[in-house]
């Protein structure tokens, strides 16, 4: 059984910075994507992040390039995702995904496990 669990949100002010991580379990994750979404109130889960667990590539939506990182480290089955210089409106719920594919999709549908979620509030 696939499990994915998030941690590190929290309350931040505009301009800190936030490390989430996603300890995942259940299966060997060589052949997935781990992708990181978003969701704020009365609005789409939208794609921020992932990455490939074999060799590391990693993606990043537009909104958030340059601002976040994404990692992992594969002796903790972790994935993290360092988030710098947070604006109001990264205010959301962030989820790990995992999707058994060769490319990160930006399409909810294609990831087959998601986490529980984590807050992530940016004051202004």
């Known amino acids: 059984q696939v499990q994915l669990v998030e941690s590190g949100g929290g309350l931040v002010q505009a301009g800190g910075s936030l490390r989430l991580s996603c300890a995942a379990s259940g299966r060997t994750f060589s052949s997935y994507v781990m992708g990181w979404f978003r969701q704020a109130p009365g609005k789409e889960r939208e794609f921020v992040a992932a990455?490939?667990?074999?060799?590391?590539?990693?993606y990043y939506s537009d909104s958030v390039k340059g601002r976040f990182t994404n990692s992992r480290d594969g002796a903790k089955n972790t994935v993290y995702l360092q988030m710098n210089s947070l604006k109001p409106e990264d205010t959301a719920v962030y989820y790990c995904?995992?999707?058994?594919?060769?490319?990160?999709?930006?399409?909810?549908?294609?990831?087959?496990?998601w986490g529980q979620g984590t807050q992530v509030t940016v004051s202004s």
């Open positions: 995904a995992a999707a058994r594919r060769v490319y990160a999709s930006v399409i909810t549908s294609s990831y087959d496990y």
């Open positions: 990455i490939r667990w074999s060799d590391v590539i990693t």
